[in-house]
């Protein structure tokens, strides 16, 4: 069987990590104390008696309210210099990590202190024989105009950036709604995915959307695309890779998708294991891994497979990736 210490050994990129989400309580409650903000609790057990959540807007409400700790640039360093001493830990070779941009912009922050302070910790890292790069997510609960807004804001940093995703609640906010900030970001360089959140209203129509419609190149989660042969067969002849994140599923289906994983695994679709929102949902990437070839009886072969999809589907040069392939 799989050990934990395979899972934490194997090199692997994580390409489904929101920054936000790796801020763990006592991060939380030291900034809190640094910013002088009441967030209402006082030790680490107070802070996990708020996780308590069943499915994505629930989870939501509970994740973007915290955020509120983060104000100096110095707090979006720490935050993302944590997260990837912990990850190198966990050889992970390569992250393209997330970060919400209007999560903090919405609340008076201005957009250079969120990107220089996570960029800055990405430089630092480098040293931790880990690299990383930034996905700018687009807010798919606010509006067309604000996402335009925030990749104007963008653009001249987009030395910075690796691509331009699409996360937050699902609900009633189709990919189409910000087809043209999808165009403009590719048409200055970006690489594109989107989140179809697992078992969402209208979630196939979703899928197809951000496949034919945006054209992007990953499908954060995407696993409900096995009710769908076309699109499965459209993922597997172009090479898609969906970034599927079982111990944030468990949260919404205790199955954590593991099936589906499985038979995408089995039709050659390039699905990989990732953390999500590891404060959040009780696990970093090696869990994640470990959680899924636990549950399911996964061969060492198979979970292999599932790290080298992850650099196969990453936003690297063919080069770098033929050193860890
Ligand atoms: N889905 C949508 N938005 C998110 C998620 C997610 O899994 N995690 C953080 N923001
Ligand atoms: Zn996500």
Known sequence: PITREFTSGLPKAELHVHIEGTLEPDLKLKLAQRNHIDIGQQNVEEVQKTYDYDDLASFLAVYYPAMDVLQKEQDFYDLAFAYLQRAAANNVRHVEMFFDPQAHTSRGIAFETVLHGLHRAIVDARALNIDAALIMCFLRDFTSESARQT???????????????????????????????????????LHLTAHADIDQKDSIEHIRQALEIIGVERLDHGTNIVEDPDLVDFVSKNQIGLTSCPLSNAFISPEMKGKEVLELLAKGVKVSIHSDDPA?????????????????????????QLAKNSFESSWISKEQKALYL
């Not at 804001?153 to 900030?181: I, M």
């Open 151 to 189: 990749l104007i804001e963008a653009l001249p940093y987009k030395d910075q950036l690796v691509g331009v995703g699409l996360d937050s609640d699902e609900h009633n906010n189709p990919p189409l709604k910000f087809a043209r900030q999808f165009a403009d970001a590719a048409a200055a360089g």
């Open 280 to 304: 959040y949902f009780g696990g970093y990437i090696a869990d994640n891994y470990y959680a899924i070839a636990s549950k399911f009886d996964l061969t060492k072969e198979q979970v292999v």
